[in-house]
């Protein structure tokens, strides 16, 4: 499973990036917004701290200029992936995109049957919103399940199912066992894969009886 970091904070990149297990990264407009900084100017730099596919959102609506907007983006680096709402005019701008080999990942995916047709699309990733379903009642887990049941019975449906709007542990966890391909992850849920308190409780009594010996490795 690749792990992206959902996050266009160029401090946190950089400090989690060293963890060397990110694979990626998911920007929106949300997230651009909250740096207060130049959009294209984010993404450059953030081109140059990850080396995987990183997703920068068009704001056009209509497919011929989300097809301009795309093509401007993809224009930073080649590892930019071109972010497209999951409209008709996003899925005709992403069938051009990726006749052109730029890779694209169709967002706001909140059903199946869109699923289906972000795969005809040829996207590169399609993400499917958690989070969103859950917080209206619904069981995103089980939008994912249903997703890569889809894609696993047609050999030629080769776009990955990328996991948005995680926010928790159990979000990454259940994913991975249904075998989602990618999972994005804020910051803070990022860390929390991290932390068990057995974990922390054993490693204090370890190194509490280790002092007590007066012995040192190095
Ligand atoms: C990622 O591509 C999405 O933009 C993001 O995961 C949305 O997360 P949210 O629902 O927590 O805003």
Redesign the pocket.
Known sequence: MKFFL?SADINEITEINKTGMIDGI?T?P?LIAKTGQNFIDVISEITNIVNGPI?AEVIATSSKEMIQEGQKLAKISPNIAVKLPLTRDGLIACKTLSKEKIMTNI?LCFSAAQAILVAKAGATFV?P?V??LDDIGHDGLNLISEICTIYSNYDQFTTEVLV????SPIHIIESAKMGADVV?I?PGTFRQLFKHPLTENGLQAFLDDWASTGQSIL
């Open positions: 959902d998911t929106n949300s997703s967002t993400s919103f989070g969103r948005a709007s995680a926010r994005t804020p």
